[in-house]
């Protein structure tokens, strides 16, 4: 009954298996759209919208004071802040997700643009 | 079919409902991510008494277990099936193509890989409808799939091991 003991095969597939699952994380970060839009919203309120492709570097004042954010590469990050412990400088450059800065109230999200906010057809 | 195949595969389907009511009462970390030990029971049939037991114990499993959970028919159960139904076929078609080539370990790789597949194909046809979605959930499952097939081949092995040195293969 040798067979049924575990064989080269087995070991070969396992492998494969594992470099599979390793391999597909990647994958699907890389086949799933990206966010093209970066969003900064203060104090609950929307205020800029900026493609992520373009570098700038804007100014803005949140409840407790200025609040730098930078665009660069396709990349965001806050610069300066004015809040005591500066986590959101801390984080860095993101290239998803968010940046929160509780202090100042002010949050920079990366997402899709929203088609919804355009007009729902055009008329000629 | 022999009375002897019948009560065979009365005692593996009881075996299988078992694994499958006590897996159940783990929590999971996520809900869809469950072991699969009753698939421990579809491999040992498969080597021991071949594909046509394996596919039955499987189906009673899934059925019986579905009707004790209180989700025949529901989303789960069809999630359930398909995902049982593909998995032993794979099986069950590795096995009659390349006798001897895998061992439990591989079998169950190659079920559980097979069982995550069909499971996310019915999970997008019937539910989801957002590729993007089943995406997302892809590389989990295909990491879950490669650590429980492991861990239930190796379990299948180490008991089919037990069985063959015990002698108490009926």
Redesign the interface.
Known sequence: MSFLKTTLADKVLLLICIFLSYYSFAYVKEALPKGTEVRIEVDGRLKYAFPLNKDRTVELSGVIGRTTVEIKGGKVRIKEAPCPNKVCIHQGWIESGAIICLPNKVIVTISRPDNSKGPDAISG | MQSADRYRIAILASYALALHGFEALIPAPIPWLRLGLSNIITVITL?FYGPRQALTVTMIRIVLGSLLMGTFLGPAFFLSLSGGLAGTLSMCIVMTLF????????IS??GA?FHNIAQLFTAYALFVRKI?AI??V??FL??A??VT??FN?IAA?YL??EI?KTGNRR
């Open positions: 080597f006798p001897g080539l895998f061992g439990p370990l591989g790789l190659i890989f993007e995406l997302v892809l590389p295909a990491a799939g490669t097939g492991a081949g092995n089919i091991q063959i």
